[in-house]
């Protein structure tokens, strides 16, 4: 065991670890070490904490191969035989990149590795991480260039839970008070070995040129740079929480029942607080943030009396504005060109299904049978037909035909009837039609599934039809049904 374990006094950094991670003494840590001089300090003064019974957890080393590299099987070796000596469980993953993918290459492999660790960690555990103060700075300088606002300016908060795609991933940043500079020097007390990525070198990318040109310049002239600018990380977070407050407390006057913005308290609210509100409402909802000309055109649409259903795109999703409502619905695709024909002699024998575009689910057509094996009728999704109906055709699109539905008393045309059912816009053109084929007759409408039997063919009205054709149809629709 290395001598320094056995010391009854602790580091500087031990200390630091042993405050920050008091909070999380029910939980495993994992440690996720990449072999550099600052996640095998972070290594090896936990393990330390743990000899001496300060840190009492389950222990688990992750490294993450993102494959950029070839020197990434020696890397893994190194971590690996780094937890062999200290006793430490070791795990590796290894994650593929696209590199022909739009995204950047560091954001995938940011988002791959962060899946990696979710995978290790599972529903108790907490990814401990080494960032530091230096890497604070940077994150603040490269959300500066980006023309971030408070948010993005706070850069990394000591603790964070991210939404990956295998679900909630909480990070503990403990070091983010303690310079490289204070961890290198730890690392040469202790006379430990660490592995040195090629790539660090590269100042094509943004993070490598601000290390290694733009911090130490700005150090030269303000020594006390590193510490200001970390300072003031934190007081955006402090503003970015009170924001928050703000936000959430508007967002629940805002909030109807069906999850959506109520347009008339959104537009009671200034324009900074409409911004942080609407933000605040798509990050609940896991969406990318808007940019402040989308924010801008949104509130201007909403004001607007010459649009009746404004709608504006947010990252892959659209917010549309129906009545007095603001909804967030996803990107849906055109499927006016859809047409299917039903043969009525294949339902006879068995069901058919029909899947829907566009993620909309599926129509089962049936013949429903009760225990006497005589034909039975759902009277919520069964249809009668003529007994000389052919088939049955399912699309999205029409010419407005003038319809009966099972809850009127009149005849109305078919756009005004959903415009009645209260139905937005958008789901208007995504609700299944079925019409019916008769010998020398135009396509009758039957059915707007999932909202009406035209009265000619529904059970309550058409009970007496002779030696009626009848047919069960259910939509079985997806989360995507608008």
């Given at each position: 065991?290395?001598?320094?374990?056995?010391?009854?006094?602790?580091?500087?950094?031990?200390?630091?670890?042993?405050?920050?991670?008091?909070?999380?003494?029910?939980?495993?840590?994992?440690?996720?070490?990449?072999?550099?001089?600052?996640?095998?300090?972070?290594?090896?003064?936990?393990?330390?904490?743990?000899?001496?019974?300060?840190?009492?957890?389950?222990?688990?080393?992750?490294?993450?191969?993102?494959?950029?590299?070839?020197?990434?099987?020696?890397?893994?070796?190194?971590?690996?035989?780094?937890?062999?000596?200290?006793?430490?469980?070791?795990?590796?993953?290894?994650?593929?990149?696209?590199?022909?993918?739009?995204?950047?290459?560091?954001?995938?492999?940011?988002?791959?590795?962060?899946?990696?660790?979710?995978?290790?960690?599972?529903?108790?555990?907490?990814?401990?991480?080494?960032?530091?103060?230096?890497?604070?700075?940077?994150?603040?300088?490269?959300?500066?260039?980006?023309?971030?606002?408070?948010?993005?300016?706070?850069?990394?908060?000591?603790?964070?839970?991210?939404?990956?795609?295998?679900?909630?991933?909480?990070?503990?940043?403990?070091?983010?008070?303690?310079?490289?500079?204070?961890?290198?020097?730890?690392?040469?007390?202790?006379?430990?070995?660490?592995?040195?990525?090629?790539?660090?070198?590269?100042?094509?990318?943004?993070?490598?040129?601000?290390?290694?040109?733009?911090?130490?310049?700005?150090?030269?002239?303000?020594?006390?740079?590193?510490?200001?600018?970390?300072?003031?990380?934190?007081?955006?977070?402090?503003?970015?929480?009170?924001?928050?407050?703000?936000?959430?407390?508007?967002?629940?006057?805002?909030?109807?029942?069906?999850?959506?913005?109520?347009?008339?308290?959104?537009?009671?609210?200034?324009?900074?607080?409409?911004?942080?509100?609407?933000?605040?409402?798509?990050?609940?909802?896991?969406?990318?943030?808007?940019?402040?000309?989308?924010?801008?055109?949104?509130?201007?649409?909403?004001?607007?009396?010459?649009?009746?259903?404004?709608?504006?795109?947010?990252?892959?999703?659209?917010?549309?504005?129906?009545?007095?409502?603001?909804?967030?619905?996803?990107?849906?695709?055109?499927?006016?060109?859809?047409?299917?024909?039903?043969?009525?002699?294949?339902?006879?024998?068995?069901?058919?299904?029909?899947?829907?575009?566009?993620?909309?689910?599926?129509?089962?057509?049936?013949?429903?049978?009760?225990?006497?094996?005589?034909?039975?009728?759902?009277?919520?999704?069964?249809?009668?037909?003529?007994?000389?109906?052919?088939?049955?055709?399912?699309?999205?699109?029409?010419?407005?035909?003038?319809?009966?539905?099972?809850?009127?008393?009149?005849?109305?045309?078919?756009k005004k009837v959903l415009q009645e059912l209260n139905i937005p816009p958008w789901q208007r053109k995504r609700t299944p039609l079925v019409f019916c084929s008769e010998p020398a007759k135009n396509d009758q409408l039957v059915s707007a599934v999932g909202h009406f039997v035209c009265q000619p063919y529904s059970p309550q009205y058409s009970s007496g039809l002779v030696n009626a054709i009848k047919v069960n149809v259910r939509w079985l629709a997806s989360d995507n049904?608008?």
């Open positions: 065991m290395p001598s320094h374990q056995m010391s009854s006094s602790l580091s500087v950094i031990q200390q630091t670890l042993t405050d920050r991670l008091q909070g999380y003494s029910t939980h495993a840590l994992i440690i996720a070490c990449s072999g550099g001089v600052d996640s095998i300090v972070l290594l090896h003064e936990i393990s330390a904490l743990v000899n001496i019974q300060k840190i009492t957890n389950e222990v688990t080393v992750c490294y993450v191969d993102h494959g950029l590299s070839d020197n990434a099987k020696t890397w893994h070796n190194f971590v690996k035989t780094q937890c062999e000596q200290l006793g430490l469980v070791f795990i590796g993953k290894q994650v593929h990149l696209n590199k022909e993918a739009n995204q950047s290459l560091e954001a995938q492999a940011r988002n791959a590795r962060y899946n990696a660790l979710k995978e290790v960690s599972g529903e108790n555990g907490v990814v401990i991480t080494a960032h530091h103060q230096d890497d604070q700075v940077e994150t603040f300088l490269l959300a500066l260039k980006r023309g971030a606002g408070i948010k993005g300016l706070g850069a990394m908060a000591s603790y964070t839970t991210l939404h990956t795609a295998r679900g909630k991933l909480a990070i503990v940043r403990p070091l983010l008070a303690v310079s490289r500079q204070e961890i290198e020097k730890r690392a040469q007390q202790l006379k430990l070995t660490w592995i040195e990525d090629e790539s660090n070198t590269d100042q094509q990318f943004d993070r490598n040129f601000l290390r290694q040109a733009v911090v130490p310049l700005l150090s030269k002239r303000w020594s006390g740079i590193n510490k200001a600018v970390a300072r003031t990380a934190g007081h955006c977070q402090d503003a970015q929480q009170l924001l928050d407050e703000v936000a959430s407390a508007d967002l629940q006057q805002c909030l109807t029942a069906t999850n959506g913005l109520s347009i008339s308290q959104l537009l009671s609210l200034s324009a900074s607080r409409f911004n942080y509100v609407i933000r605040y409402y798509l990050e609940q909802e896991k969406q990318l943030m808007p940019s402040s000309h989308v924010l801008t055109e949104l509130r201007q649409q909403l004001f607007s009396s010459q649009d009746k259903t404004p709608q504006v795109k947010v990252g892959t999703k659209w917010l549309r504005r129906y009545q007095e409502t603001l909804m967030l619905t996803d990107n849906f695709a055109d499927i006016s060109a859809f047409k299917q024909r039903i043969n009525l002699s294949d339902i006879t024998l068995k069901s058919i299904s029909l899947v829907l575009p566009d993620s909309l689910g599926r129509l089962v057509f049936s013949l429903a049978r009760d225990k006497q094996d005589e034909l039975a009728v759902d009277v919520d999704n069964s249809l009668l037909l003529p007994q000389d109906t052919t088939e049955l055709i399912v699309t999205f699109n029409h010419s407005n035909p003038v319809c009966l539905p099972d809850f009127r008393q009149h005849s109305r045309a078919l049904s608008g």
